[in-house]
């Protein structure tokens, strides 16, 4: 098993930043895509930001040019730095990881709150 906590969630300003840390423990040989995806209230989860082991990323349009996503595999930790923060980006962002780049997410985080002020 994978477990995968997530921390540095919070109230922001719109305009604002945050980062968010996903720590990743356990069986974690093989691990190849971490990513990051958020579900807002009455909205389906979505896909925002996802990282290989070799570095190969990809964003969802929305957040392109904002967010950044990075990964320290010495430290089995996925970030994800949001900047210019939209009170649209609010939502519940959680921390996921696949050992294959095309099978389903198969480990989830818990997820963390961010909030985003207008």
């Known amino acids: 098993q994978v477990q995968l906590v997530e921390s540095g969630g919070g109230l922001v300003q719109a305009g604002g930043s945050l980062r968010l840390s996903c720590a990743a423990s356990g069986s974690i040989f093989g691990i190849v895509t971490m990513g990051w995806h958020r579900q807002a209230p009455g909205k389906q989860r979505e896909l925002v930001a996802a990282?290989?082991?070799?570095?190969?990323?990809d964003y969802a349009d929305s957040v392109e040019d904002r967010f950044t996503i990075s990964r320290d595999n010495a430290k089995n930790t996925v970030y994800l730095q949001m900047n210019s923060l939209k009170p649209e980006d609010t939502a519940v962002y959680y921390c996921?990881?696949?050992?294959?780049?095309?099978?389903?997410?198969?480990?989830w985080g818990q997820g963390t709150q961010v909030i985003v002020s207008s």
């Open positions: 990282v290989t082991r070799g570095g190969i990323v």
């Open positions: 996921a990881a696949k050992r294959l780049p095309t099978t389903p997410w198969g480990y």
